[in-house]
T-cell receptor, first 114, second 113 residues
Framework: AQSVTQLGSHVSVSEGALVLLRCNYS??????LFWYVQYPNQGLQLLLK??????LVKGINGFEAEFKKSETSFHLTKPSAHMSDAAEYFC????????????FGTGTSLTVIP | DTAVSQTPKYLVTQMGNDKSIKCEQN?????MYWYKQDSKKFLKIMFS???????INETVPNRFSPKSPDKAHLNLHINSLELGDSAVYFC????????????FGPGTRLTVL
């Protein structure tokens, strides 16, 4: 069975501080993993994806994530938070045998404190 | 150019009414999806169509009926609307064999009074 767990429904960081949003997954097949960002009253925008190539994936807006099979994790990081990073972040998994079905985490709301 | 578009953006209606939400993508994708996002931001897949064929049909009341007239369009019709149907509905699309990521529309906020 496939599932995604995001630890921490709310994360607050100071502007300029490190952003770390946690995602753990469970999958019986090699997964594809994604991070999406949702700004208020908007749709989901792809930040980055892991599709079994490099384990360290760089995305838009300075975000990156590292796939760690031994820890079944795909945490999202950014070295220095900006006010514009305040949004909802979703981790998602697609198991390669599930016909493109995505399994989303419950989301993490990021607040950036000036 | 809008990649995945939805109409309307807001929909306010009374219980018991029937309504439709339309979705169009101009990305040349072969697979389209409907998701429901509740008030706690939880995203749930409802349906998925690949080349106009239904491939994912999660446990959704049969009051919800998707219709795909062609690969670029996937509409959602809802009969006998209930208060619990109030949510944001997102359409998404992907190319099933070329790239797994899904592209999302801006959402339709449905409010049932």
């Amino acid at each position: 069975a496939q599932s995604v767990t995001q630890l921490g429904s709310h994360v607050s960081v100071s502007e300029g501080a490190l952003v770390l949003l946690r995602c753990n997954y469970s999958s019986s097949v090699p997964p594809y993993l994604f991070w999406y960002v949702q700004y208020p009253n908007q749709g989901l925008q792809l930040l980055l994806k892991y599709t079994s190539a490099a384990t360290l994936v760089k995305g838009i807006n300075g975000f990156e994530a590292e796939f760690k099979k031994s820890e079944t994790s795909f945490h999202l990081t950014k070295p220095s938070a900006h006010m514009s990073d305040a949004a909802e972040y979703f981790c998602a998994l697609e198991g390669s045998n599930t016909g493109n079905q995505f399994y989303f985490g419950t989301g993490t709301s990021l607040t950036v404190i000036p | 150019d809008t990649a995945v578009s939805q109409t309307p953006k807001y929909l306010v209606t009374q219980m018991g009414n029937d309504k439709s939400i339309k979705c169009e993508q101009n990305l040349g994708h072969d697979t389209m999806y409907w998701y429901k996002q509740d008030s706690k931001k939880f995203l749930k897949i409802m349906f998925s169509y690949n080349n106009k064929e239904l491939i994912i049909n999660e446990t959704v009341p049969n009051r919800f009926s998707p219709k795909s007239p062609d690969k670029a369009h996937l509409n959602l019709h809802i009969n006998s609307l209930e208060l619990g149907d109030s949510a944001v509905y997102f359409c998404a699309s992907s190319h099933r064999t070329q790239a797994p990521e899904q592209f999302f529309g801006p959402g339709t906020r449905l409010t049932v009074l």
